[in-house]
């Protein structure tokens, strides 16, 4: 198992690198633009290429490069719809630049018209995308926690998605906080259990290629994402102890997106999950 932290991109990219290196990551992930904004961060070839061998000394892998949350390809807005599009055929051509192994991607909203209607506007975008930037990188589908008119909370919606685009290969990213909001109860022996078995079942483990190790701050079926420092949310230390040490998961890049309030918050949260390792 490999274990890292989402990184800020301030500064050059390849600082990024370092930020990760300072807590000995050994994957990492970061976003492809400001996460709020549609600004894009211009990224020399010169910087790709310094950042591309820092990673191959320092031996960070998987790199996962997120998507920012302005991105919709589930809304019924036509403008929307077609500058996510775009923003994200840019992004991941950034993440190919760079030489991600991944790229997480969340599957949006619908803004009221229904589950249905997200699911197949996602899929349509989605190959839209595929269409315009044929991408080297494995584009990831993240669990959501279900929150307001999103989509991605149900494996099943996941098994719609993969059935529908067009393209092999394309993965899943599990973050454990959504999942628990979403009903999940990974927090308990039996319910981690229940949860792989039906992941498998639907969608297949072959698929999960990264875990996101986050606790909840709200509780088992909330739908509502809120993320909390490992073993302080409802899902515990204990809970986190079987999931970094179940057998199914231990080739599976784990990467934390725990709150961060002071410096060493990211070196804490690691610690407690090195610690839980056996």
Sequence with gaps: MRLGVHVS????????????????CQTMQIFSRNPRGWMAKHISARDAKLFIRK?????????????????NLASPDENLFNQSIKAFVQDIRTADLLK???FVTHTGSHRGRGRNFGLKRFSEGLNRVLKKAHPQTEILLETTAGSGFGIGDRFEDLRFILNRVKKEGLGICLDTAHVFAAG???SKKIGLND???KFDRIV????????????SKTRLGSCVDRHEHIGKGKIGLEGFRRIVN?????????IL?????????????????RKLRR
């Design 246 to 254: 179940n057998p199914r998961l231990s080739d599976i890049p784990m």
């Design 204 to 215: 297949g483990l072959k698929r999960l290629k990264v875990i996101h190790l986050n606790d």
């Design 9 to 24: 991109i301030a500064g050059s990219i390849y600082e990024a690198l370092e930020r990760a290196r300072s807590l000995n």
């Design 184 to 186: 999940y109860d990974i």
């Design 195 to 197: 949860m792989l078995e």
């Design 100 to 102: 991600a192994e991944y």
């Design 257 to 273: 997106e725990t709150p961060k309030k002071k410096d060493k918050d990211d070196s804490d949260n690691l610690n407690v999950v």
């Design 55 to 71: 990673r191959n000394v320092y031996d960070i892998r998987p790199l996962v490069v997120h998507i920012p949350y302005l991105i």
